[in-house]
């Protein structure tokens, strides 16, 4: 399987500040699972030593994902992520941190479960 998933985000107006509930932000088990959930974002500092994520205007994801099924019910992935959340739109380049990773599935019904 193979994902491609890019997003942006423009100021209306004058201004140029995006409010924090309309800025992008990715991780997780849905977007670079190399990050937990909204932790691939810039990051502003709020205390000495503590960093929050701040979102950005740009976003870019490119995923591939093999699957197999070994057994009837039970299943392995292997996927690779690459991309990232930047302070400007459209904003590209080969520093974008890359994930690797496996996972095990177990197959129902219902769908599978990971």
Known sequence: ?????????????STEYVPIVGRLFDGGEGGHRAFGADRL????????????PAGGTGAWLASLEA????????GLAAFID???VTERPL???PDAPLG???GVRYYTLAGPVR
Do not use: H, K
Not at 1 to 13: E, H, S
Not at 67 to 74: A, M, P
């Open 1 to 13: 399987a193979a994902r491609l998933r890019v997003g942006a985000v423009w100021p209306l107006g």
């Open 41 to 52: 974002s810039p990051m502003l500092e709020a205390e000495e030593g503590q960093f929050v």
């Open 67 to 74: 699957r197999w099924r070994v057994l009837d019910d039970w």
């Open 82 to 84: 690459w991309g990232n």
């Open 91 to 93: 904003q590209f380049g």
């Open 100 to 102: 690797l990773g496996l």
